[in-house]
């Protein structure tokens, strides 16, 4: 069967229509893969999940989809209004079965059937591979596990599948990029090794042009379930079956090995699991000979507190951990119960950030991830939060977000009981780095602006604080909360131009 896959991400690893693309080819199916990152609305509307793709895409996008027996789309719920717009434009031109899966789909696969025919409820290689295989011999897909669909003999909710438990067996995500298509401006181009290139240059925080980035995961599932994230879906979802799943380090390493002989010039590994060390001491040294020995390149990878011995950090830094992100999240205990992060205190962060200010050379700037704007929390928990990270060693680097009511997660139901949201009201559209302007966000900012601790210590000064937060004051602040999102959407437009404008312009022509 010809399948189609495509990927709305502006990041084109998009590992999960990869590792369905070489899993549907290890099983007989031809498979193309187009990716859609739409830069262009980006360097003009910024991070604008409603733009919709212009009529000129959908046409290109329906000519690479033509004498195709199956297409499939990936999202997560931002992109829920686009991906509609484009399902629905397609089948206006032509006739072909549309299948959606990724994030969306499984948290709210109801919503998602009122426009796909068959929508994929948590991992996709065996649903996806079953599903074709149906449909290529015509049998309805009545017992294809994770599958959902509507037909004229009613509505089918197939039960979800126990989550693949050997990750060994995955192969690897396809980059042969032969039948693959990226989407630079208004035009739909084949993906050539010059192109990829450019995707993948240093475009995660704190990276360098000359970093090209291989992204992968070692591990799926988190051990942890706070309410905001998607894994306090899964909990439930997979409840009676492992979620945390490892890859062995051999079949880690071989992958890299085998990416790097294709496109030697990738030069940096991103490691995007949930934890990196949430392995025991020695799979990560077995990982840390293996990697050194015949990867050796610099890494990044995501931390948690309940990770930071030092010995584990001493092994990571030995197999080349350069760079790390570790969510703090809040600081406030109250906050931490709600978010289902009991296991975090102030204590425990101080130890990791000391370990890691030990284990690391000076330049090493770790990142902390930091949730402003939650609704229940009072002044006093965000000063908690304030005063706790200035306590932190320098170097660091807080990136800072706004709490994002996605679908299904424990959180978005609280907001819905707590009438902080309505549900319907597309709250989880906006960017999730899209503060506005208050006076505590404003100090959390002065943090990453090497403003001397004692300042802004001075500045927190409750009873200060306590004027500066309030709802006079507030709302006046607020009156400047649209200037503020303009001043930081012109920002990213502007980085996003100086980013990838020449290189569309280099290519529109072509
Ligand atoms: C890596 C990652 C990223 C990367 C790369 C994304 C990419 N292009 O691949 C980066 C850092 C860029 C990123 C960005 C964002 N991310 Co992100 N990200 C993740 C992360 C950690 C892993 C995703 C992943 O690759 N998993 C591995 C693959 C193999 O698994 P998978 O994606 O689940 O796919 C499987 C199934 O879903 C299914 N499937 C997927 N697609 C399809 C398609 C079909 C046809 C079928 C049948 C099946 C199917 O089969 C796959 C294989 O089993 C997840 C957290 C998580 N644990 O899932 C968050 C996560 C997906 N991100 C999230 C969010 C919100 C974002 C942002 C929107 C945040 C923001 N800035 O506002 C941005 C948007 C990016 C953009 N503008 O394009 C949320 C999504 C929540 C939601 N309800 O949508 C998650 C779940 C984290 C969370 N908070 O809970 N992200
Ligand atoms: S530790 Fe991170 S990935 Fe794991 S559940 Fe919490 S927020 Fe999600």
Redesign the pocket.
């Known amino acids: 069967m010809k399948i189609l896959?495509?990927?709305?991400?502006?990041?084109?690893?998009?590992?999960?229509?990869?590792?369905?693309s070489s899993?549907l080819k290890a099983n007989g199916h031809y498979v193309r893969q187009v990716f859609l990152?739409d830069l262009e609305s980006?360097m003009v509307n910024g991070?604008d999940?409603v733009k919709c793709y212009p009529d000129e895409v959908v046409e290109q996008v329906t000519e690479l989809a033509d004498g195709f027996d199956l297409?499939?789309?990936?999202?997560?719920?931002?992109?829920f209004i686009k991906m509609s717009h484009l399902t629905r434009e397609i089948k206006k031109r032509i006739d072909i079965p549309i299948?959606?899966?990724?994030?969306?789909?499984?948290?709210?696969p109801e919503e998602c059937l009122n426009i796909a025919d068959?929508?994929?409820v948590?991992?996709?290689?065996a649903?996806?591979l079953e599903?074709a295989d149906s449909l290529q011999k015509g049998v309805r897909p009545a017992r294809v596990k994770?599958?959902w669909f509507r037909d004229e003999q009613g509505e089918c909710r197939n039960p979800v599948r126990e989550?693949?438990a050997d990750l060994d067996e995955?192969p690897f995500?396809d980059y042969d990029i032969e039948d693959q298509y990226v989407l630079l401006g208004k035009k739909i181009l084949p993906l050539s090794e010059d192109i990829l290139k450019e995707m993948v240059r240093g475009?995660?925080h704190f990276t360098e042009p000359h970093h090209l980035i291989y992204?992968t995961?070692w591990t799926?599932?988190?051990p942890h379930h706070c309410a905001?994230?998607?894994?306090?879906?899964?909990r439930n979802l997979y409840s009676g079956f492992k979620m945390v799943r490892r890859r062995s380090v051999d079949n880690l390493i071989e992958e890299i090995k085998t990416i790097r002989t294709r496109f030697p010039w990738f030069n940096r590994i991103n490691f995007?699991?949930?934890d990196f060390a949430s392995a025991s001491n020695d799979q990560l040294m077995y990982f840390r000979d293996r990697y050194k020995m015949e990867i050796n390149c610099p890494f990044y990878a995501?931390l948690s507190v309940l990770s930071s011995s030092e010995r584990k950090m001493s092994i990571l830094f030995d197999a080349g951990l350069r760079r790390t992100q570790v969510g703090i999240q809040s600081l406030s205990p109250f906050t931490n119960r709600m978010y289902r992060r009991d296991f975090f205190s102030r204590e425990k962060l101080l130890s990791l950030a000391r370990t890691v200010n030990r284990v690391f050379p000076p330049e090493f700037c770790p990142t902390f991830d930091v949730i402003l704007e939650n609704p229940w929390e009072s002044l006093d928990d965000r000063l908690l939060t304030l005063r706790g990270v200035l306590e932190l060693p320098r170097p660091f680097v807080l990136q800072l977000?706004t709490l994002?009511f996605?679908?299904?997660?424990e959180l978005f139901h609280k907001a819905i009981y707590d009438g902080i949201i309505s549900g319907t009201d597309a709250s989880?559209l906006?960017?999730?780095?899209?503060r506005g302007f208050s006076y505590l966000n404003l100090l959390f900012i002065l943090v990453n602006k090497s403003v001397p601790n004692r300042l802004i210590r001075f500045l927190s000064w409750r009873p200060f604080a306590v004027i500066m937060e309030s709802t006079p004051v507030k709302w006046v602040m607020s009156l400047f909360s649209p200037l503020y999102r303009i001043m930081k959407k012109r920002g990213v437009c502007r980085a996003q131009r100086k980013r990838f404008g020449w290189f569309i312009a280099k290519y529109s022509d072509k």
């Open positions: 896959l495509i990927s709305p991400y502006l990041d084109i690893t998009s590992l999960s229509t990869r590792v369905l899993y990152p980006m991070f999940f297409l499939g789309m990936s999202l997560m719920t931002n992109y299948v959606w899966g990724g994030i969306h789909p499984t948290v709210a068959y929508v994929c948590g991992e996709g290689e649903a996806l599903l994770n599958i989550p693949i995955i995500p475009r995660i992204e995961m799926r599932g988190c905001y994230c998607i894994n306090s879906y899964y995007m699991d949930d995501l977000y994002t996605y679908p299904g997660t989880y906006k960017e999730n780095h899209d």
